[in-house]
């Protein structure tokens, strides 16, 4: 069995600020609040693709994050949600939490979508604060490749090895 893995840390978007703003026109007097709510940050998903061989991609990277939301404006416009974080990984493809070890979801199924973490919502018109951001520290993706013809490499690599 032929085992591939990558460690890195990722991050959801966190949401955008929330605008705190007045309606202001000639003829209104006294027009009243007018912000608009900030967008709400990215998520993480981890997606199955079997055209995904390996987890090189994600070696030698650090951190992932996706896209945080934009601010509220005036006129009650609410800010642009952040782009979601798609990781394409192949098929039996098991995220680890490295800190405990613990399996945290097996990937199995071409198209298989997970939902790893959600991004932060936006800050409201009136000023609220902004809800954080999750993050994951370290997380492990382990692969596990198995197959008549990757048997045939590997023994091809052990025999290359013994005969230099």
Known sequence: MFIDSARFSVSSGKGGQGCASFRREKF???????????????????????NTDTL????????????????GMGRQKTGKSGEHLLLTVPPGTQIIDDNTNEVLYDLLEDGERFLFIEGGKGGDYEGKDVVGQDIANELKLVQFVDGKSTTNTIKRIKNSETSN
């Open 28 to 50: 209104v007097v006294q027009g009243g609040p007018d912000g608009g709510d900030g967008g709400k940050g990215g998520d993480v998903y981890f997606v199955v693709d079997s």
């Open 56 to 71: 090189s991609f994600y070696k030698g990277k650090k951190v992932f994050k996706a896209d945080k939301g934009q601010p």
